[in-house]
């Protein structure tokens, strides 16, 4: 996928079994809203593998992402949100039992900070390395470019 957007929706209705540590699969693309005329709330993306966002444009983006995850055991389910290999927000659920629990947050990242010496900016979502292994589950990340410049 590679395209200029104002909104990008990556979906995965059958996320397989993941370990500790590794990316949590994006899916593939289910919504885009293409530019527009005089728009300048535009940016470029591409994937790789179903598991990483490239954004190739300074902005502030807000990157918002719901999943329902299914562990076989009890424990904690851990996310982390990773921009360019760093953990910048963790979401964690601490679940009684097996089964499949919701886990959902919203992050505002700004790309000033990293582009264009750091180009492309990468964004992906991996499990946390203490986390409960993961059986299968669904998930929908958007991104959406909120100010330009």
């Known amino acids: 996928m590679n395209g200029v ?5 990556l979906v995965n ?6 370990t500790p540590g590794a990316a949590i699969p994006l899916g593939v693309q289910n919504k885009a ?9 535009t940016f470029t993306a591409t994937t790789t593998a179903n598991n990483v966002v490239y ?3 300074a902005g502030l983006y807000k990157v918002t992402y719901t999943a329902y995850l299914t562990v076989g055991a009890a424990g904690d389910i851990i996310v982390n949100l ?7 927000q963790t979401a964690t659920v601490t679940v009684a ?3 499949t629990y919701l886990i959902t947050f ?8 990293y582009l264009p010496a750091n180009a492309p900016l ?4 991996q499990l946390g390395t203490t986390s409960a292994a993961l059986t299968g589950g669904s998930s929908v990340m958007q991104f959406e470019r909120t100010y330009v410049n």
């Open 55 to 57: 954004i190739k444009e």
């Open 106 to 113: 919203t992050y505002i990242t700004s790309t000033y900070n």
């Open 97 to 99: 039992a097996a089964g």
């Open 5 to 9: 957007y104002r909104l990008l929706q």
């Open 122 to 125: 990468a964004v992906n979502v």
């Open 82 to 88: 990773q921009v360019n290999g760093v953990t910048v």
């Open 33 to 41: 809203v293409e530019t527009v005329p005089n728009c300048q709330n």
């Open 13 to 18: 209705t059958a996320i397989g079994a993941v």
